[in-house]
């Protein structure tokens, strides 16, 4: 337990893509993507950059925790779907607002969140940071084949952050796991041109470096591991799932979130979902979820909120925080 939330903040592109706008051009409709996914329409870049989006979330963050970049100890941004492979986007997001600090990338998919939590939880315990700026900045729609009706109807583009505080009960739990496996959901980096690569221009030749997902096995491993690690959660903690206030779940599929809720028997009331605007936005949905909550003062301090992410990889995290903004 090494520290508090002080403050979010989120952009989203400005244009919000409808499904029958995508009905237009694939051979899909509203009630099929509707009944299968509960999104009804996804924020796409059109004139913004992931940079532009990560900067300014980073921005409304610090706003609204009261501090200032140079106060900054490290920034960590994650994201799947940055537009460069080098540098990280933390970097850019470092330039953008002004700050001094070291700055790096996690990758942890759709957890990545999660996984920053974690990482951020350590340099705190190590006496390494005051204050530490988590930016979940991604652009799906770089990644979605759109000519690929199973895969661009899914996701869409936005960042959220939040400023970490050192001091206070959070992470109450924290917990990732990665069951290996590259295959499942893969999206390939681009080949080079290497004259002595055999291997990187068939397997481009095969997938493109477009998003590749088996759907239905990645719908049952989450559902599976919504139940598993909430229980678990539950067990090691000591906290009842009933008296968690707030779950903030990552936003794939608004009917593995309802399938999660039923097999644990939770309020529904209690769960947040946004996937019918946002659609699955990876490592952003539960820091914009956790910024939709704040700016909505559905947040009381003391209230117990519960994180969990799936995705690549494959991999899960679990956490139970404490709301505790004007924490000292
Ligand atoms: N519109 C109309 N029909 C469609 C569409 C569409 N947009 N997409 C697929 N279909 C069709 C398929 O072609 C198939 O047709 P067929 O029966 O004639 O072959 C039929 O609908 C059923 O397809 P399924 O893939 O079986 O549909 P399913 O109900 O499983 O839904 C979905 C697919 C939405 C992808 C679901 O499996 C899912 O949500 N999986 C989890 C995805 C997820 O969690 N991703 C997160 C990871 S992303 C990351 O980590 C970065």
Redesign the pocket.
Known sequence: MSFHIMGTGSALPRRSVTNDELSAF????DE??TT??GIKSRPVCTTETLDDLAAEAARRALEAAGVTAAELDYIICTT?SAERVTPAEACVVQQAIGATCPAFDVNG??AGYVFALDVADGLFCAGRAERILVVSAEK?SRMADWTD??IC??FGDGAAATVLGRGGDSPLYLRTTTEGDADV?HSWAPAGNSPFDEVGAARLGEDGTF?Q?R??E??KF?VTHIVSELQLMEKRTGVALSDVDHFVFHQ??K??IDAGVERLGLDPSRVIVTIDHTA?V?SACIPLSLDTLARDDALKPGDLVALFG???GLVTGTCLLRWQPALA
């Open positions: 694939l051979e899909t409709d099929w993507i299968r996914t799947c998919a759709c799906m009706r199973a109807v899914l959901i998003m997902m759907g239905r990645v719908f989450a794939a599929n009917r593995i699955n990876s799936f995705g690549s």
